[in-house]
């Protein structure tokens, strides 16, 4: 099992920036390839960036390309998501998610773990 925690979400006026952070614990983190999505009412989870076991590989969805950036620290067993320029569209509910073995980073189903989500909401 692996436990994730989330936080840093909140209410943020249209071009600020937040910045999430995911805690885990249990099972080896460097194991698993990370993943943040979000989700808005009546709507499916959407993909937003994914980071490989050592980092090195970084993937994002088109809608947030070049604003936000996902990043890991395997020593402190987190995952942040950088998030500027913030736009209305974006506000959702945001997790975190771990998965061993992915054909497919940005479908949900395949990840392993889900953290609780934290909200974000950008004021237009």
């Known amino acids: 099992q692996v436990q994730l925690i989330e936080s840093g979400g909140g209410l943020v006026q249209s071009g600020g920036s937040l910045r999430l952070s995911c805690a885990a614990s249990g099972r080896t983190f460097s194991n698993y390839l990370m993943a943040w999505f979000r989700q808005t009412p009546g709507k499916e989870r959407e993909f937003v960036a994914f980071?490989?076991?050592?980092?090195?590989?970084?993937e994002y969805a088109d809608s947030v390309k070049g604003r936000f950036t996902i990043s890991r620290d395997n020593a402190k067993n987190t995952v942040s998501l950088q998030m500027n320029s913030l736009k209305p569209e974006d506000t959702a509910v945001y997790y975190c998610?771990?998965?061993?073995?992915?054909?497919?980073?940005?479908?949900?189903?395949?990840?392993?773990?889900w953290g609780q989500g934290t909200q974000v909401t950008v004021s237009s």
């Open positions: 998610a771990a998965g061993r073995y992915l054909d497919d980073y940005t479908d949900p189903s395949l990840y392993n773990f």
């Open positions: 980071v490989s076991w050592s980092a090195d590989v970084t």
